[in-house]
């Protein structure tokens, strides 16, 4: 994802989280960290072959941690697959990036997604109360194992290279910019 995607997205951000949307200045901020040798975030958008915008995603890195910030399939692309190469992608980015874990929040009610991410091995390890505010919905952090190779048994693996990362962002910045719309 570069700066010129972000007014794409934010519509596509407003049709899919309509009660919190990120803001342009978030999506500008996590992009600026998504460049040069001390990068912390993994962008990426995923386009049709006329060149719209079909979906997103995002992760942020802190030392061994990685962080699902979002991901986002346009409607008419669901159900196709492109969730999970996104994540596939993400995934990869944790790799790299050195993660041994990542983590996510999801809304309790957001069935499609809790199976997406349980195909890909995340688990559930608790409950953040009243996390999605405007919507009063509970989130479900789910944590994945990003020390083995990826298991999800039918688009295969990208496997997982143990790549120390450098100085992270804090984990106070990484909380706050957690995606608030999964
Ligand atoms: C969550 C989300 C990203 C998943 O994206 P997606 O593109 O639908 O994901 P996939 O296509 O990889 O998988 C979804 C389903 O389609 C199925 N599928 C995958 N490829 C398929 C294909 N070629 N044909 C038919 N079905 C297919 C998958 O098996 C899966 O089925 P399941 O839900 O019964 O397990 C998408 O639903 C979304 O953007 N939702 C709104 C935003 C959101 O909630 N984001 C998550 C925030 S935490």
Redesign the pocket.
Known sequence: MRWWHIDPVLLLEHR??PEDAWSAGMFWSELAHARGPERTRHYVVATTPEGTLA?YAGLAAAGITGD?Q??????E???????????RELLGAASTFGCQEVF????TD?E??Q??YR?YGFEPVGIRRNYYQAAGQDALVMRLDHTEPLRDE?TGSTGSTGRTAGDRDADADRRHRA?P??
Do not use: D, K
């Open positions: 899919l989280f979906g699902v979002t991901i986002a399939a346009a409607p692309h669901q159900g196709t697959g492109l969730g999970s190469r996104l994540l996510l929040e999801v809304r957001n499609p997604a199976r997406l195909r039918r995606r719309g999964g």
